[in-house]
Every structure is written in structure tokens, then in C-alpha cells.
């Protein structure tokens, strides 16, 4: 059964950092591309930034550019995203997803994201 199960998120100041873990289990995830996306309260969900199968290419919403990044360990089978200069708009649930046909330019509502996990609160508040 595939699953991803996100972890790190919590509590920070503005301007801090946190990092975001997604682990999965019942595939090999270096063979998928996995995206990161979030959602704010009263908001639709949009993606944040995705990793590419095979090539390890990278994606970012211009709106975490030069702030967050996205990265793997496929010895651990697990996908990180590094967010620096946290500001209280980043605040939401942080979700990753992938597919066996997902690519990163698909959108949050693509039929190929197959596998959610179930989330991380991300708040940023002073």
C-alpha cells in the first residue's frame, strides 16, 4: 500500500525556519515525482514547490522562491522541504502527494495525485 506521512511542522516565528519531512512507504520514491502543497484556512489548495522522478528537477511557486527548497533522500525514502524566512502567509497544512503519472507541472487537483498524507500544521505567528 503506498502512503506518505508528513512530519515538522509546528509553531515558528516570523523569519524562522522549520523542515518538513514526507516518508514513504510501499514504493521506492526516487522513481516518483513528489509534490509539496499547502492550504490555508479559507483558501483552495496550491502547490509549493515538486521534485521530478529520475532527473531530481525542481519546482517552486513564485510565492516561496529563494525561501524554501526541495530536496531527497532516497536511502531513507523520504522527501524534505526546507522552509527559511517564514512569513505569517506561509501558514497552512502542508501536504505531500504523488502518483504513478504525476509531473510537477500538474496542479493540486490533478487525478494524478494519487496518495495525500495527511498533513502538517505549519503556523507562523510572533
Known amino acids: 500500500q503506498l502512503q506518505l506521512v508528513e512530519s515538522g511542522g509546528g509553531l515558528v516565528q516570523p523569519g524562522g525556519s522549520l523542515r518538513l519531512s514526507c516518508v514513504a512507504s510501499g514504493f521506492t520514491s526516487e522513481y516518483y515525482s513528489i509534490g509539496w502543497f499547502r492550504q490555508a484556512p479559507g483558501k483552495e489548495r496550491e502547490g509549493v514547490s515538486c521534485?521530478?522522478?529520475?532527473?531530481?528537477?525542481?519546482k517552486y511557486a513564485d510565492s516561496v522562491k529563494g525561501r524554501f527548497t526541495i530536496s531527497r533522500d532516497n536511502a531513507k525514502n523520504t522527501v524534505y522541504l526546507q522552509m527559511n524566512s517564514l512569513k505569517p502567509e506561509d501558514t497552512a497544512v502542508y501536504y505531500c502527494?504523488?502518483?504513478?503519472?504525476?509531473?510537477?507541472?500538474?496542479?493540486?487537483?490533478?487525478?494524478?495525485?494519487?496518495?495525500w498524507g495527511q498533513g502538517t500544521l505549519v503556523t507562523v505567528s510572533s
Open positions: 502527494a504523488t502518483g504513478s503519472a504525476y509531473v510537477c507541472f500538474d496542479g493540486p487537483q490533478a487525478r494524478s495525485l494519487e496518495v
Open positions: 521534485i521530478s522522478s529520475i532527473t531530481d528537477n525542481t
